[in-house]
């Protein structure tokens, strides 16, 4: 049996992060400078499916991995959707260079890759539509409710136009525009910012269903200026986003300090991108005040930046 290896990038939501959970439009687009890896191959003399990821110090065999785990979730739904009970002995090697609990789809990246590699190396590679459902039963794990944008994101590794349940619209490019983004470094797990806005728009429903409701109409505005190529009024959309989701309680103060460096150092807009209280922000620029605003960045305390065009 030939090894098999697969890849899914790293992704950041454009506009609508939260809101989508309750039903909002949202955009995302994939991240190519940072991806996820899996590569099968077999184990002759071994037995059952064992699982290297360095990285996450994994080194396991899959039937001693617990049920909650995302990795052995991924591989386990991938055997089923496949009617394999007996796996041939082999090893899944799994590694990423896209940042833990960041906001940068690290989760959805690793699934997809793996169900690709898996379903591939057993003669079968699934499509991407039950890719991205089997990518989106393991985002449960991380998320508690996802909206699935990621998963959806990095599954067909382009620009989407999201809404919860409906299928996957194609986001056209009307004109290419440059994001950089910049790290906080601080780690915030999405299900648990997740959770405070669900705690939050409990005790006040009003005012978060029409926080959502601004979210969706600031991401529809922007789909419409994406289209059509109007990149400059993308900023102010963001700025605006941004404000919406300070008021919801998912900024921090990194995440600010960031946003405002890049404003002052020429942005056009900029705002927090993913779960928030961490991770990472974004800001739209020209393309040649691209370093430079990334410079800004990491003066302003980013652990890291990524510049990236979209389209
Ligand atoms: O994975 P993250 O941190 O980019 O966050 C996902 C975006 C949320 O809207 C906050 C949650 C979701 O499931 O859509």
Known sequence: MPAYSASAPGKIILFGEHAVVYGQPALAVPVRQVEAKAILRAQPGGEGINILAPEIFLN???AELPLEDAVGKAIRLTLEALGITAPPACTLLISSTIPLAAGLGSGAAVSVAIIRALSGFLGHL???????ELAFEVEKLH???????????????????FIKGEPIQKLEIGHPFTLVVGDTGV???????????????QAEPGLFEN?????????????????????????PLMNDNHEILQKMGVSSSELDQLVLAAREAGALGAKLSGGGRGGNMIALVEPDRADQIAQSLQDAGAVRTIITRVG
């Open 60 to 62: 396991s065999a899959l």
């Open 126 to 132: 699934l499509p991407d539509e039950q890719v991205n």
């Open 143 to 161: 998320h508690g409710t996802p909206s699935g944008i990621d998963n959806t994101v990095v599954t067909y590794a382009r620009p989407v136009y």
């Open 187 to 201: 780690v915030s797990p999405t299900a648990k910012v997740v959770g405070d806005v669900r705690l939050a728009y």
């Open 211 to 235: 926080y959502f409701a601004m979210c969706g109409g600031i991401a529809t505005n922007a789909a419409l200026s994406i289209q059509k190529g109007r990149i400059s009024s993308l900023g």
